[in-house]
């Protein structure tokens, strides 16, 4: 029996020696399994526990993740020739959907939910899912840098709707997965294993035959227990006991006992089935859902702004390229007329004024430069993981694309935009599947009011072995037995010990149960109203867009008109000068009104740009008219190219 329990002493301590070394193989292990690419087949479902077998220890080491991968993507690179970043919106699209932090930092929210899934199917209540928006990238309305479409606030600037464990849209949530105490479904194993000695003086012997009674007491107890989705748990334990004494009169030393009983509980009324009991893993599912939807959102956010942000930068360009005329223009007229001066035909105060006039062009166009320097570190943030590169950070960035402005305007009806809007739009997906988490939710409240009535039955049995006690006296009949007969006499049913019942637990005025029941009922009606709110603004989102695009392609079309007008103007003038007929002073005059003019059809082309953009998001058509793929998105690897809509190759010009 000595070498027994030294066995089993010996058996422990390689467990917790085995059991100390788990952190160290964990690291190795996880540090080589854990994927970011959803497509690679190394990548880790966060929403399955690791498999027990071939490696047992394999639930208990934990995983160790890459570190986030911080450098760009190869692509940007075939992008840099001579230090000049050469860009078009298809490409700025697409080094968006692979370096784009906002989206990276979304990314991590798709396993972020397959915990709570993992999480859930233990029993263990959901810990919830970012629903919104990230919105750390500054330019195309965000950040408050650049603008978005007018009367839009395009350009990820507006928050995801509804959703699951947010609490967004001033909605309160407290009550997601209210309702009665869900147990664990992952099996509990409890094990207890201790030597006692004890030596206890005795003022009276007559029991024991002893003045100190001396008492080495082992116990080796074990313990099973599991909880199911229907309201069932299951519990075995069991306890053995060796203990050896001194005591002349014990008529077993040592003294073997063992005993175990099978408890099955079910619950009758609160608590029963599997509504309430799976209630947090259909939410946390749902909300994986949301998770998926609030990603798509976020590349749609993204995609929009990104698309601001490189009609920024063309508009710059172009303004830049506007003053560079109008300073070359001045510049000319002032050269002219030194000339004229040296010929005392003209007064020297013109050249005065022509100097002014070239001051005053000169800063125009150092403003329209430095605003091109934010507009390209503003497109060159937006597409990089990594800005420090020097590489990068030092080259010139040359926009390629153009916006194609149609002689006529294609026209859908306002009601099949807002139809598609209503089918499309992820804040409403968002929104309704809150809707059913909080249905759920109502269900559970009203199961949780019930009195808890449980089942409770156990079934039974023990043993008793031994050695006689030499010093007890003669004990005939009584033989030597170990731990297989305790074993067996615990098992054989010669000793039965069974019961069947019924626990009743019923909570006088219930207030608790009452007041989250109510809450759950009072935030279900407030959602429905948030989702018609939405709805309603979602339909005038569209119509706002639809309006926008109307109002700046007339826009548009008025400043071409008068950019046509102001060089004819400016020909005619500069023919009159030549001839003697005009002065410089109206020349620089008409010239500015030139500037102003070219500058306004480029915001112009800008604003309709940006109201087409607007017009794409607010019907949830982003990613279906620009021929974005969600699942290159979710793996950061794009392997088809955006084809954006509505742009065209720009007309090569002088580089700025």
Partial sequence: MHNYFHSHLRTAALFLVAAVSLPRAAAQVSAGSAGNNPNDPTKVDYSKSPKSFPNLFAPYEGLTLKPPNLQNSPRIQQLIHDGKLTLSLNDAVALALENNLDLAIARYNLDIADTDILRTKAGASVRGVASGLVQGTPGGGVGGFGTGAPGAGAGGTSGGAGGAGTGAGGLVQSTIGTGAPVSSY???????????????????????????????????????????????????????????TNGRFTELVPVLNSGYRFTLTQRLLSGFGFGPNLRFL?????????????????????V???????????????????????????QK??????????????????????????????????????????????IKNAVTRNLGDPEIAAASVIPTDAIIVPENEPVRPTQDLIAEALSHRPELAEARIDMTNRQITRKAAKNALLPTLDLVAFYGGSGLAGVPNPLAGPTAGVPVTGFGDVFARTFNNTSPDYSVGFTL????????????????????????????????????????????LEQNRARVVSARKGVEVAQHTLDIEQKKLALGASTSLQVLQIGRDLAVAESNLVAATTAYAKSKVELDRSVGATLVNNGISIDDAESGHVHALPAMSGTKIAQQKEDK
């Fill in 304 to 330: 929009t702004q990104i698309e601001n942000i490189y009609w920024d930068l063309v508009n710059a360009v172009e303004d830049v390229r506007v003053k560079q005329r109008s300073l070359a223009l001045a």
């Fill in 186 to 244: 992952d099996p509990q194993i409890t094990t207890q294993f201790n030597n006692e000695h004890g030596v206890f003086p005795l003022a009276n012997q007559v029991t024991t035959g002893v003045a100190a009674l001396q008492q080495n007491t082992v116990n080796a107890n074990f313990d099973y227990s599991q909880a199911f989705p229907t309201g069932t748990s299951i519990d075995f334990g069991m306890q053995n006991t060796r203990q050896t």
């Fill in 505 to 548: 637990n019923i909570p006088l005025r219930n207030r608790t149960a009452i007041a989250d029941q109510v809450r759950s009922e009072l935030e279900f009606g407030q959602a429905q109203l948030l989702l018609q709110q939405l709805q309603n603004k979602i339909g005038i989102e569209v119509r706002n867009a639809q309006f926008a």
């Fill in 333 to 378: 007229t002032l050269e002219d007329d030194k000339k004229q001066v040296e010929l005392q035909a003209i007064a020297p105060l013109d050249v005065t004024r022509d100097e002014a006039v070239v001051d005053s062009s000169n800063q125009d166009l150092i403003v329209a430069q430095t605003t091109l320097q934010l507009q390209e570190l503003l």
């Fill in 282 to 302: 259909r939410i946390a599912r749902n909300n994986r859902e949301v998770t998926d939807i609030a990603f798509r959102d976020q590349v749609i956010a993204t």
